[in-house]
């Protein structure tokens, strides 16, 4: 049986696929795994043992769909259910599964505040779809895998950090979802642990702003390594603290211990740290921590973000008590030196 995923975007909504595709190929054998996705991501995938074989959207998705036909595939699972997704869908004509999006439920809660979303992650939505497949969520959370032989050397690494570092992760896909520069500054003048500054090129110049608080208690990385050497950057982080963002999620297959910190979206909306055993209002996972601003009357105000606060005060992320952000990491210093 030759199966088709599809998730184009982003870097966490990627990782938040892999349980369906271990699951796939462990709970069934006779399953071939294709995935398509953006060619931008594709360093997420390549080393995933569980996929047989990638697909890569470059432009436009007419021109991946002939490669697509000659597969001939037995079932499509749709995990990003858009547009384009039902394009492929319907070029390829079989039989296919998509993943409930819940816009209706997502727009009452960003827009009247009703809370009609379940209490589980996205992951255990993305398992609807291959429910008729006989595959079942395995409870043992998200995968992330690092290509062999490129591991960091302590070279890459300042040698104020080696003793062990809080990850912060500054960037976002919007700027309502990024916590402001004066914030971070006031993190990282009160932690008493070294601080590496996570994000891709565009975060340079807001990182330098904080690191130049203090050169060499706060390293900016940003912009020097690529996803996957980030990714392990993460990996080796004692506590990251983070956005709502990609390398969140990455800290969560890796078990790391996680701040996240919410401005314009909410965890409600089923984004939060998955451990493969967590639901929301329990939080059964000791080394999460959610911090955000529930006494506001606008929070949560998108799903997705703004280039800027609608009501131009950003109080869901200016208002965020640092010191409280601080003392939890304080907390799971010790549970981070425990995981891998």
Same mark, same amino acid.
């Given at each position: 049986?030759?199966? %088709?995923?599809?998730?184009?975007?982003?870097?966490?909504?990627?990782?938040? =696929? =892999?349980?369906?595709?271990?699951?796939?190929?462990?709970?069934?054998?006779?399953?071939?795994?294709?995935?398509?996705?953006?060619? =931008?991501?594709?360093?997420?995938?390549?080393?995933?043992?569980?996929?047989?074989?990638?697909?890569?959207?470059?432009?436009?998705?007419?021109?991946?769909?002939?490669?697509?036909?000659?597969? $001939?595939?037995?079932?499509?699972?749709?995990?990003?259910?858009?547009?384009?997704?039902?394009?492929?869908? &319907?070029?390829?004509?079989?039989?296919?599964?998509?993943?409930? $999006? %819940?816009?209706?439920?997502?727009?009452? #809660?960003?827009? #009247?505040?009703?809370?009609?979303?379940?209490?589980?992650?996205?992951?255990? &939505?993305?398992?609807?779809?291959?429910?008729? #497949?006989?595959? *079942?969520?395995?409870?043992?959370?998200?995968?992330?895998?690092?290509?062999?032989?490129?591991?960091?050397?302590? =070279?890459?690494?300042?040698?104020?950090?080696?003793?062990?570092?809080?990850?912060?992760?500054? +960037?976002?896909?919007?700027?309502?979802?990024?916590?402001?520069?004066?914030?971070?500054?006031?993190?990282?003048?009160?932690?008493?642990?070294?601080?590496?500054?996570?994000?891709?090129?565009?975060?340079?110049?807001?990182? +330098?702003?904080?690191?130049?608080?203090?050169?060499?208690? !706060?390293?900016?990385?940003?912009?020097?390594?690529?996803?996957?050497?980030?990714?392990? %950057?993460?990996? !080796?982080?004692?506590?990251?603290?983070?956005?709502?963002?990609?390398?969140?999620?990455?800290?969560?297959?890796?078990?790391?211990?996680?701040?996240?910190?919410?401005?314009?979206?909410?965890?409600?909306?089923?984004?939060?740290?998955?451990?493969?055993?967590?639901?929301?209002?329990? &939080?059964?996972?000791?080394?999460?921590?959610?911090?955000?601003?529930? $006494?506001?009357?606008?929070?949560?105000?998108?799903?997705?973000?703004?280039? *800027?606060?609608?009501?131009?005060?950003?109080?869901?992320?200016?208002?965020?008590?640092?010191?409280?952000?601080?003392?939890?990491?304080?907390?799971?210093?010790?549970?981070?030196?425990?995981?891998?």
């Amino acid at each position: 049986m030759k199966v %088709l995923v599809i998730r184009f975007s982003s870097i966490g909504d990627i990782v938040l =696929t =892999t349980p369906v595709l271990r699951c796939l190929k462990q709970q069934r054998p006779d399953v071939e795994v294709h995935y398509l996705t953006k060619l =931008t991501f594709s360093p997420i995938l390549q080393h995933n043992p569980h996929i047989d074989k990638l697909h890569y959207l470059h432009d436009d998705i007419a021109k991946v769909i002939p490669y697509l036909l000659e597969e $001939k595939y037995d079932c499509i699972i749709d995990l990003h259910h858009n547009l384009r997704t039902l394009q492929v869908k &319907r070029a390829l004509n079989t039989k296919s599964y998509s993943f409930p $999006k %819940l816009n209706v439920q997502k727009w009452l #809660l960003t827009n #009247l505040k009703v809370n009609l979303m379940p209490d589980i992650s996205i992951v255990d &939505r993305y398992f609807d779809t291959v429910k008729q #497949l006989n595959v *079942k969520n395995d409870g043992k959370g998200l995968d992330h895998y690092l290509p062999p032989g490129k591991a960091l050397s302590n =070279t890459d690494i300042p040698m104020s950090h080696w003793g062990g570092y809080v990850g912060c992760v500054i +960037g976002g896909s919007m700027a309502t979802k990024k916590l402001p520069v004066e914030q971070w500054k006031k993190f990282c003048m009160e932690i008493p642990f070294p601080v590496m500054l996570l994000g891709g090129p565009e975060d340079r110049f807001e990182a +330098g702003k904080i690191a130049e608080l203090d050169p060499i208690k !706060i390293y900016n990385s940003c912009g020097k390594f690529n996803i996957n050497e980030s990714a392990e %950057l993460v990996k !080796i982080a004692r506590v990251v603290v983070t956005n709502d963002t990609g390398l969140m999620h990455v800290a969560a297959a890796y078990g790391k211990p996680i701040v996240s910190l919410w401005g314009n979206t909410a965890p409600e909306m089923g984004m939060f740290p998955y451990y493969g055993y967590n639901n929301l209002r329990q &939080r059964v996972a000791p080394q999460s921590v959610i911090i955000e601003n529930k $006494k506001l009357s606008c929070h949560p105000c998108s799903k997705i973000g703004y280039s *800027k606060c609608p009501k131009g005060h950003f109080k869901c992320m200016n208002d965020l008590n640092m010191s409280d952000v601080c003392d939890h990491v304080k907390k799971l210093w010790s549970f981070g030196a425990k995981t891998p």
